[in-house]
């Protein structure tokens, strides 16, 4: 039981917008924490999407987003395209586990 | 151009040890903490632990520690994880990552392929 819960599936059609939520608590998201996102394809390693927050690598595409409110962050997807299907995590550190670095539970994105 | 580049597969016994190596290049090895992170076959991500190579510095995960150890050595840029005696239930692939840009914090901006450890009979 990971302590940033995160939907187990989102889906919408291509072109659309979703969003992935990204749920925690004062002890980590809530304590100013920075969140990072990343996207893992079948068979491939976790590739970083967003990291502190908001911030993009280079390359990653500008409809990737990310963003906190209180206890949760939220990594949204606008243009949803087939390329995007892959599974979603979010991680942060937790101040109840000594500081210690946490992952999401995950979340799988389908492109109906 | 950053790169970190992991051992090969591994299948052990149970009770067997193990030792699988991260080899950083393209930056200041000693400048990144290197981390862990340990996926279950058809399960996600956990974060196994970090080395801070300048000093060795180490920090597991409360589901690892007394489980692993992380290691570094500096002179190689190399940095390991290690096992002393294997379960089934360390089958997985490890992934060692660093972060994007300079942190104090860890996170995966930069990963390797990925060692996947078969533990079976």
């Known amino acids: 039981q990971s302590v940033l819960t995160q939907p187990p599936s989102v889906s919408g059609a291509p072109g659309q917008r979703v969003t992935i939520s990204c749920t925690g608590s004062s002890s980590n998201i809530g304590a100013g924490y920075d969140v990072h996102w990343y996207q893992q394809l079948p068979g491939t390693a976790p590739k970083l999407l967003i990291y502190d927050f908001n911030k993009r690598p280079s390359g990653v595409p500008d409809r990737f987003s990310g963003s906190r409110s209180g206890t949760s962050a939220s990594l949204a997807i606008t243009g949803l395209q087939a390329e995007d299907e892959a599974d979603y995590y979010c991680q942060s550190s937790d101040s109840s586990l000594n500081g210690h670095y946490v992952f999401g539970s995950g979340t799988k994105v389908t492109v109906l | 151009e950053v790169q970190l580049v992991q051992s090969g597969a591994e299948v052990k016994k149970p009770g067997e040890s193990l030792k699988i190596s991260c080899k950083g290049s393209?930056?200041?090895?000693?400048?990144?903490?290197i981390g862990w992170v340990r996926q279950m076959p058809g399960k996600g991500l956990e974060w196994v632990g970090i080395?801070?190579?300048?000093?060795?510095?180490?920090r597991y995960g409360p589901s690892f520690e007394g489980q692993v150890t992380i290691s570094v050595d500096k002179s190689i840029s190399v940095a390991y994880l290690q096992w002393s005696s294997l379960k089934a239930s360390d089958t997985a692939i490890y992934y060692c990552a660093r972060a994007l840009v300079y942190s104090s914090s860890w996170y995966g901006g930069y990963w390797g392929q990925g060692t996947l450890v078969t533990v079976s009979s």
């Open positions: 393209g930056y200041t090895f000693t400048s990144y903490y």
């Open positions: 080395v801070f190579p300048d000093d060795s510095h180490t």
